[in-house]
């Protein structure tokens, strides 16, 4: 069965930092993280290659940082100096044989 299960979300003040992790029931190639909050349109806000490259848009450029461990098919999302706008609930996708996949995704609260 294809799965992908986030954790590692939570409540956390701003200036503060959480790090999710996205673990695969399979091996994993590209990968992603988007979030979405209440009202907005689903956002990509990290990307890494089967390869280890790496692409951020300019809003979380310099304070997120995605990175993989191949050997548990997991990917992390390190998310530091957090900001209330950054809010949001967080979830990783892959594509496999065509097929989008989604995790159930994880909570990201920042309090101001």
């Known amino acids: 069965q294809v799965r992908l299960v986030e954790s590692g979300g939570g409540l956390v003040q701003a200036g503060g930092s959480l790090r999710l992790s996205c673990a695969a029931s399979f091996s994993i190639g590209d990968m992603n993280w988007y979030r979405q909050a209440p009202g907005k349109q689903r956002e990509l806000v990290a990307s890494i290659t089967s390869g280890g490259s790496t692409v951020y848009p300019d809003s979380v450029k310099g304070r997120f940082t995605i990175s993989r461990d191949n050997a548990k098919n997991t990917v992390y999302l390190q998310m530091n100096s957090l900001k209330p706008e950054d809010t949001a609930v967080y979830t990783c996708?892959?594509?496999?044989?065509?097929?989008?996949?989604w995790g159930q995704g994880t909570q990201v609260t920042v309090s101001s």
């Open positions: 996708n892959t594509k496999r044989y065509f097929t989008d996949y």
